[in-house]
Structure formats: C-alpha cells, structure tokens
C-alpha cells in the first residue's frame, strides 16, 4: 500500500508540474509591452481583451495541441487567407533579435544607423518572412511599417495607425481569395473603425483586390 500511495503522489505531481508548465508557455501581451517599454494600440488591445487572440499567447506545441479550435473559430484574429500572419507571442522576441541583426547588416553596409528616439517592435510576417513593426517615434500611436529581410531600401510604411492597417490587410484577404461573405470576413469587419469599415461596405471583390494591387508604401524616415 506504502508504495502504491507514493506511486500516486509523485504521478500527482508530475501532472501538475506538466500544467504549470503548460500554463507558463502562454506569454500575454503585458509582458510584451514590459520587455520593450511600450503601449500596444488602443485597437490591438481591444482586440485582444476580446479574446480573438488567445491563439497568439500560445507557444507552438500549445497551438498545434489546440488547431483545429482556433482554425475553425471564424473570429480567430486574422486566421484568414491574407498576407499578414501575426507572430505568436512567444515569438516576438525571437523575431525582433532577427529583425536587430537586419538593421545591424544595414549600418554596417551603408555607414548609417537607426535613428535614436526610434523604437520597432515586430507583430506579424508575410509570406516572405518580412516583418510588421510597430514604429514608436514619439507619443502619438505608433505607425505600422513592413521591414523587408532582402531589401536594401528603406522600410515602407504600410499604415499611419493600427485601425488603417487592419483596413489593409482585410483588402490583402480579398486579393488573396478570402470569402467576403463567410463568417471569418464578417467577424474581422466588426474590428474595423467607422471609417475603413465604410470603405469596404458594399464593393466587390475586384473593388477590393485592384485597391490593394495600387498600394506603395511610403518610406519610412527611420536612418541619420
């Protein structure tokens, strides 16, 4: 009996340090902000009180043990055909060192270096692996820029804020075959603000995809 009831506290045990430890592998989005001293926008933290993101505090063994319910929750943040996938939490770090080694080849390449009061925090990829950053440079809400890993020229601003970017990648998801009537366009309609969200109301998916296809990004002055 002796050995059956140790037998039983040690398999105790180790279930729940298995728990804990599955528990500890969700990153939130404060300890984001805590790392790089920043504010995420007010949209993103909306968004994300909302729950819609719960699958990006997840690591990738957690996600993977979990897919098919985030997958299949048409208001998954952006879990749509487009060309924008946010990093998981537990990525951005991981990410940003990638994104610090670009700048570093940049300076030491052409003999200039990221502005000082400059801060980029990467968020999401697209398909070529180039990365979304915020752009803190100074009170006001943060920019969104695209950093390209083979290129180059100077990052583009994608967005003057986080509610444009949204408008952007939901006519990147109707360029890239998203059903603009299925319950995952309409469920990231509702995260739009009045105004982008006028802009897309009653057009076409041509409408849409000709829009996106005539974006350029404007460069962003990030170098001295």
């Known amino acids: 009996m002796f050995f059956k009831e140790v037998f039983l506290i ?7 340090t298995f728990y804990n430890n599955r528990r500890e592998r969700l990153m939130r989005l404060s300890e984001i902000e805590e790392y790089f001293n920043v504010e995420f926008p007010e949209k993103f933290q909306q968004i994300y009180a909302s729950g819609t993101m719960d699958w990006m505090k997840c690591d990738i063994a957690e996600f993977n043990e979990n897919k098919e319910k985030y997958i299949s929750d048409p208001a998954s943040f952006l879990m749509m055909d487009s060309d924008c996938a946010p990093l998981f939490f537990s ?8 994104l610090r080694q670009w700048i570093t080849w940049k300076e030491d390449d052409e003999k200039v270096r990221l502005k000082d009061d400059i801060k980029l925090v990467p968020f999401a990829q697209n398909g070529a692996g180039d990365l979304y950053c915020f752009l803190y440079e100074d009170d ?10 083979d290129d180059d020229d100077t990052p583009g601003i ?10 952007l990648v939901m006519l990147s998801a109707a360029a890239f075959d998203e059903d603009i009537e299925g319950d995952s366009w309409k ?3 509702g995260f739009l603000s009045n105004e982008y969200a006028d802009k897309i109301s ?8 000709d829009e996106y296809d005539s974006i350029c990004f404007k460069p962003a002055d990030v170098w001295e």
């Open 10 to 16: 040690i398999t105790i045990d180790i279930v729940l």
């Open 91 to 98: 990525e951005v770090m991981e990410s940003y060192d990638r």
């Open 140 to 149: 006001n809400e943060p920019k969104v820029i695209i950093y390209a890993h």
């Open 158 to 167: 994608a967005a003057d804020s986080f509610d444009e970017f949204l408008y």
């Open 187 to 189: 469920a990231h309609f």
């Open 202 to 209: 009653n057009r076409t998916v041509a409408d849409l995809t």
